[in-house]
C-alpha cells in the first residue's frame, strides 16, 4: 500500500523539475496573461512576435528567482519581472550594453545584462534559469555580442586554431576557448591563468591550502574581450563555467596592480563606473602588459 503512494510523489517532483525549465513562447496567444499588455501594441501592429523566452520562478541551486521575459526587439533587449499580476520592464539599448555574463554550473544556469537602461541609469540584471534551458538564451547572448561587431566584410568561418597549446595544459579550456568565438572573430592574444592557491595551515606535516583565485582565460578577439572561469566553489571538483563578453568599445580602460603575495590585479573599467577585476601570478606580467597595448591597438578610436 505504501509503494502505491510512491508513484505520485515521483510524479509531483518530475512536474516541479520541468517547471523550472525556461521554454519558448511560440505565439502571442501562448503570452503569460502578466505580460499581454505589452505586446498588445505589437500584435495590433501586425509585428511578428520575437524570439521570447520565460524562465520561471524557482526555489533551489543556492538561490530564489522571480519569474521573468526576456526578448530582443529592435535596437534593445527586454526584460519583464513579474510582480504579482502585472510585470516591471527593464530595457537595454543594445549600443549601451557594457557586458553580458553567461553562467552555467551543474544546473544552475543564469545570463547577466549589465550597462546603461532606457533612462541613462547603470543597471544589472540577471535571469536565471535551469541549465536545461540555456541553449533558448543562446540567441539573445549573440544578439547583444554581435551588435558590438564590425558589420563590415568578416571572413564567416569559425577560427579554431590559436589554442591547440591548451591541448595538454587544460584541456577543457581550450574547448571552452574554442566554443565562446562567434563566425568571423579572430584572436589576437589569449592567457590562462591556472587556480592561484595559497597555504593556511600545516598540520602533522600536511599543509591545507584555499583558493584565492579559480582557474580563468582571458581571451583578445579583434572585436571584444572574453573572460572565462571556473565557479570558486567548496571541494575539488569544478563543473561548468562563468563567461563574460565585453565589447572592446565598452573599455574606458585597463590597469594593472600589484597585489599582496606579489599577485597581480587586472582591473577592466567600464563606463558609468563599473569594473571587472581578475588575479594572475606575477609570472604573467609581460603577458598581460601584451595583452593591455593589444587592447589600445584593436579598439576602436572614441
Known amino acids: 500500500m505504501k509503494s502505491s503512494g510512491m508513484a505520485p510523489t515521483m510524479g509531483a517532483l518530475a512536474e516541479r523539475t520541468r517547471a523550472s525549465w525556461a521554454r519558448h513562447i511560440p505565439t502571442y496567444a501562448a503570452v503569460p496573461p502578466a505580460y499581454r499588455a505589452f505586446f498588445e501594441p505589437l500584435q495590433a501592429a501586425g509585428q511578428d512576435l520575437p524570439h521570447a523566452v520565460l524562465a520561471p520562478s524557482y526555489e533551489g541551486f543556492l538561490h530564489r528567482a522571480t519569474e521573468k521575459l526576456v526578448f530582443a526587439l529592435g535596437q534593445e533587449i527586454h526584460v519583464l519581472e513579474k510582480a504579482g499580476n502585472t510585470f516591471q520592464a527593464h530595457c537595454f539599448p543594445l549600443p549601451a550594453i557594457s557586458y553580458v555574463e553567461f553562467r552555467a554550473v551543474l544546473l544552475d544556469a543564469h545570463v547577466k545584462i549589465c550597462g546603461l537602461a532606457d ?4 543597471a544589472c540584471c540577471t535571469i536565471r534559469f535551469n541549465a536545461v534551458g540555456d541553449y533558448l538564451f543562446r540567441p539573445i547572448v549573440e544578439t547583444i555580442r554581435r551588435a558590438a561587431i564590425d558589420a563590415g566584410e568578416r571572413d564567416p568561418g569559425w577560427e579554431r586554431e590559436g589554442f591547440e597549446h591548451l591541448i595538454r595544459v587544460n584541456y577543457k579550456f581550450m574547448s571552452y576557448a574554442r566554443h565562446s568565438l562567434l563566425p568571423g572573430e579572430k584572436v589576437v592574444r589569449s592567457i590562462l591563468q591556472p587556480e592561484i592557491r595559497e597555504g593556511v595551515l600545516t598540520l602533522l606535516g600536511r599543509t591545507y591550502h584555499r583558493t584565492i583565485s579559480p582557474t580563468h582565460m582571458t581571451i583578445l578577439t579583434d572585436c571584444e574581450l ?21 565589447p572592446l568599445k565598452k573599455i574606458v580602460a585597463l590597469s594593472l596592480a600589484e597585489q599582496e603575495g606579489g599577485l597581480l590585479r587586472l582591473s577592466i573599467e567600464l563606463p558609468a563606473g563599473a569594473s571587472l577585476d581578475s588575479l594572475f601570478e606575477a609570472s604573467a606580467r609581460r603577458e598581460l ?3 593591455i597595448e593589444g587592447v589600445e591597438e584593436q579598439r576602436p578610436a572614441a
Open 226 to 246: 572574453v573572460t572565462i572561469r571556473e565557479e570558486q566553489r567548496p571541494g575539488k571538483d569544478r563543473y561548468g563555467g562563468v563567461w563574460t563578453y565585453i
Open 289 to 291: 602588459e601584451q595583452l
Open 119 to 122: 533612462r541613462g541609469a547603470p
